[in-house]
């Protein structure tokens, strides 16, 4: 894993999160994730051979979370929501469809 992105992911996320709490930071936040590749996470070591979505956590604070999903071609998460939460997704290989219901 890329530590230096990894460092620069918290402390996006905790100028976003806890210390300013605007939108130029959160703004900083996504533009950041949206930079990110696979190559950052070391993708290719975590993939599963069991053919099942897993949960590869990257920081955990008590103010937010940054973890990395891998959900094999034809697969799909369980619906489930997020409630009080604010979901930031960025798909690093291959395509991913999203349903969201009200």
């Known amino acids: 894993m890329s530590s230096a992105h990894i460092t620069a992911l918290f402390n996006a996320a905790q100028r976003a999160f806890v210390i300013?709490?605007?939108?130029?930071?959160?703004?900083?936040?996504?533009?950041?994730?949206?930079?990110?590749?696979?190559?950052?996470?070391?993708?290719?070591?975590?993939?599963?051979?069991?053919?099942?979505?897993?949960?590869?956590?990257?920081?955990?604070?008590?103010?937010?979370?940054?973890?990395i999903f891998t959900v094999p071609k034809e697969k799909k998460l369980p619906l489930h929501d997020h409630p009080g939460m604010l979901v930031i997704t960025k798909v690093l290989e291959g395509s991913a469809k999203v349903n969201m219901y009200r």
């Not at 070391?42 to 103010?63: C, F, N, Y």
């Open 20 to 67: 300013e709490k605007s939108g130029v930071a959160l703004t900083a936040l996504v533009d950041l994730v949206h930079v990110s590749t696979p190559a950052h996470f070391d993708l290719a070591k975590h993939r599963s051979e069991l053919g099942i979505p897993q949960m590869i956590p990257i920081v955990s604070t008590d103010d937010f979370d940054i973890t």
